[in-house]
């Protein structure tokens, strides 16, 4: 999905920069209020550069973009916004590379405990902590897309959610991450060893990399490092969650998860989509029709002035 929009914006003259750190939001304060003329961003090199712009699209978690990206005196939603707020679960990841196969398991296997409020208390209760045991999901996409993994063998992802707690710790490459975050992951091996005929799995294991947390929080700036934004509640749904417009800067929009109309991917298409909606001033409440036309390689092409 990723490539394909990426193919979309280099046929439309978009130029993409990857491995740079977005540093600051530009911004002018000659009117009423403040409006976009830029980002300032750090390259691979450490070259800073000032793209301008007259509008700016952070698809960035909206706690780091608003808090950090921005002067107070520019934030529609500051600290003391977030503080009111409930964060979804984080997640300890661990990513399988496994000799032989592992038929118990289908391509999406959850494994669910059997005290489900004790599980959830732990998440999001009084006293967080990591759930013991813990549900978790397992997907095993190599029971469906045999290019994952060499003839014979598995690749098996697991997700365990966690309390949004950066303190859980870093995974790392074959079990070198932080204690709390191997042992979760450790749990749900040893769960899906118990399945019959699967025997001992930790010992098929040949590769294994682990994320927690902190790794969410320093390589994706998530808010309090949880995995998926602010939590789904009832205050924190549809159009109360976060705004795609800023209402304190002209010309900044926000995509992503953390904003309209929530997490997962269809969901984030859709915020990107409101944002459009947003630029051309369009108010209808269905899809937006698809472009015209076609270059050679296949990419959308938007009409001029879009």
């Not at 990206?69 to 003391?80: D, K, R």
């Not at 009111?84 to 990513?95: D, I």
């Not at 398991?105 to 409020?117: I, Q």
């Not at 294994?208 to 700036?221: H, I, K, Q, Y």
């Amino acid at each position: 999905m990723i490539e394909r929009i990426a193919a979309i914006a280099v046929g439309a003259g978009v130029e993409i920069v990857t491995g740079a750190r977005v540093e600051a939001i530009e911004l002018s304060w000659d009117g009423p209020r403040p409006a976009v003329r830029g980002a300032r961003f750090r390259t691979s090199d450490g070259r800073e550069v000032v793209a301008p712009a007259h509008r700016v699209v952070s698809a960035a978690d909206l706690h780091h973009t608003e808090t950090q990206l921005l002067p107070v005196a520019a934030q529609t939603y500051p600290e003391s916004w977030w503080r009111r707020r409930t964060s979804g679960p984080g997640a300890v990841l661990a990513m399988l590379g496994i000799r032989g196969r592992v038929p118990e398991l289908a391509h999406h296997t959850l494994f669910f405990t059997e005290d489900w409020r004790t599980n959830f208390d732990a998440i999001f209760g009084s006293d967080p902590r990591v759930p013991d045991p813990a549900s978790f999901y397992a997907c095993m996409p190599s029971a469906t897309d045999a290019t994952v993994a060499p003839p014979g063998d598995t690749n098996l992802f697991l997700l365990v959610p966690v309390p949004a707690d950066p303190s859980i710790g870093r995974g790392g490459e074959g079990g070198s991450g932080d204690r709390l975050v191997e042992e979760t992951a450790d749990a749900a091996i040893r769960r899906i060893s118990r399945l019959p005929g699967v025997g001992d799995l930790s010992e098929r294991i040949v590769v294994r990399r682990t994320v927690g947390p902190a790794d969410f929080e320093e390589g994706l700036n998530s808010w309090r490092g949880g995995a998926l934004g602010p939590a789904h509640t009832l205050r924190q749904s549809a159009f109360l969650r976060g705004s795609n417009r800023s209402r304190r800067v002209e010309g900044l929009y926000y995509a992503g998860g953390s904003t309209t109309p929530g997490i997962g991917l269809p969901m984030c298409l859709i915020s990107a989509e409101n944002v459009l909606k947003r630029v051309r001033g369009d108010r209808s409440t269905g899809p937006i029709a698809e472009p015209d036309g076609a270059d050679a390689a296949g990419a959308r092409q938007w009409p001029a002035g879009r």
